[in-house]
């Protein structure tokens, strides 16, 4: 089946992709989620008018990540853990942690934004990068010390 991918999938294309899928994957998966839309010259059409809509909103989202960004590269974060004698945590310090000292710091981050690759096991100094918008990832300084 021929469709028009609405937004980015991955392993198949990004937004705006004309993609030949198996019938089912498009029937069962694509189509009911809102991800794609068959092909046809009119949907065509109005695919390429949510282009410029969608480019605007993009430019705009860009911006706002881009201002929001200067102002997460002056933040430092500090979290005390229970350590052990060399300075491994007992526990860990996960994105839900680095969400919540920035709702602290007055920053409303989801968790998911966190590119945090494993938890942080280790005291010491890290630099945490945040995904504000695809072509947008801060990084915040964060101090992990042991807690007395």
Known sequence: MKIILKEEVDNLGARGAVVNVKDGYAR???LPKGLAMRFTPGAQKVLEQE???YDLRQLKAKEEAQALAEK?????LTIA????DQEVLYGSVTPTDIAELLAGAGFAVEKRKILLREPI????DYEIPIR?????APKVRLHVVKEE
């Open 51 to 53: 282009r410029r809509m």
């Open 121 to 124: 096991k280790k005291l010491g």
């Open 81 to 84: 853990k229970r350590a052990g």
């Open 72 to 76: 997460f590269s002056a933040v430092e």
């Open 28 to 30: 069962n998966y694509l």
């Open 132 to 136: 504000l918008h695809h072509e947008v």
